[in-house]
């Protein structure tokens, strides 16, 4: 037989996905994977009921449903504080992975660079190497997970195609603000560089924060694509409604590679998904809440159990210091494993997201209903017992 790809040696599958299927198998509570246990808003889902009977059930325009695109436009661009054209300036992908693989085959050549954050999700570093791009890695520290800024022009000065940056990020939490966005925005102008940009979270920040679209910066428009979903926004991570906006030059490329990787977004949820595109500013204060609610039940569980965690600034995730519970050599991937069996509770390994050496910190996740949140508390509050 003929010798099959090369590539897939460089990376391995998701670790995020693996631990699902573990917690899955041995009943813990799934705070690996980042979706949440609680209804996605009601209008949304008695209008799929509507649709469900109703259509459209056929093959969705290539780019996007007219009346979608245009939902998307309205809502994004009133946060964006722009006017966004949906016929020319946006697309709907399969969740935000897809529109970050298309935006990546569109903008790169084989051999370019981009840099990334590190920490940085786990998908970035496959989808650079499936283009047959080489990552540039710079460092976010811990605690508050700045970088250097002479760090980060050293990795331009490496002719660097285009950055990637996670805003809010995954899975530090960590909320970029304007000065940290501006000063990458120039770097971006002076070695003419793209910026994609990943902003799935963008309605989950806590107070003292906010969040900065990179393409309203001077200058960046032209340079920038913001990838995004509803996935995260209205809590239908299965609906795989995903988007990229960008100006009409490099959206044309990235439409071109949509139409051949996946033709279309599901055309009936697409429709049920419009009424929530035009929910109220209230919507996303109410929802907002909700999360400084989940965030506040399980940091301060945290705090009283006694484990070390960085505070997130957005987003749903926390790092967590598993230092004091590891036997000697182990992993943090065995971890985890055996995490889940003995306290029932499941969490991702650091070295999934960290480019630096780190066998002591996981990732865990608080978008669940308050009665998951204390009980997977409960379980953790003997945690060095049960995995002694």
Known sequence: ?????????????????????????????????????????????????????????????????????????????????????????????????????????????????IIMFSPYFENY????????????????????????????EDAFKQGAKAILICNPSNPSGKVFTYDELKLIADLCIKYDVYAIMDEVYEHIIYEGNKHVYMNSLPGMWERTVSCSSLSKTYSVTGWRLGYAIAPQEIMDRI?????????????????????????????????????????????????????????????????????????PGQSDVAFCEEMAHKVGVACVPGTSFFREDVQDIVRVHFAKKDETLYEALNRLSDIKAKMA
């Open 125 to 152: 570093h496959a989808q650079a190497i499936m283009a047959d791009c080489e990552p540039v890695f710079v460092p976010l520290v811990p605690p508050s997970f700045h970088f250097d800024a002479n760090v980060l």
């Open 255 to 327: 439409k071109q590679y949509h139409d051949f990787n996946t033709v279309g977004a599901p055309s009936p949820l697409m429709e049920a998904a419009v009424v929530g595109l035009d929910m109220p500013d209230s919507y996303y204060e109410e929802f907002g809440a909700h999360y400084a609610h989940m965030k506040k039940i399980f940091t301060d569980g945290l705090k009283n159990i006694g484990i070390p965690f960085t505070d997130p600034q957005g987003a749903y995730f926390v790092l967590a210091n598993i230092g004091p519970y590891l036997k």
């Open 1 to 113: 037989m003929q010798e099959m790809s090369r590539k897939n040696r460089l990376f391995t599958d998701s670790v995020i996905r693996r631990m699902t299927r573990i917690a899955i198998d041995c009943g813990a509570i799934n705070l690996a994977q980042g979706f949440p246990d609680f209804d996605p808003p009601k209008a949304m889902t008695d209008r799929l009921a509507e649709v469900s009977a109703q259509g459209p059930h056929q093959y969705p325009i290539t780019m996007g449903a007219p009346n979608f695109r245009e939902a998307l436009a309205r809502k994004c661009g009133r946060f964006m504080g722009c006017t966004l054209d949906p016929n020319t300036e946006m697309v709907v992908t399969i969740g935000s992975t897809e529109a970050m693989v298309d935006t990546i085959f569109a903008l790169t050549n084989p051999g370019d660079k």
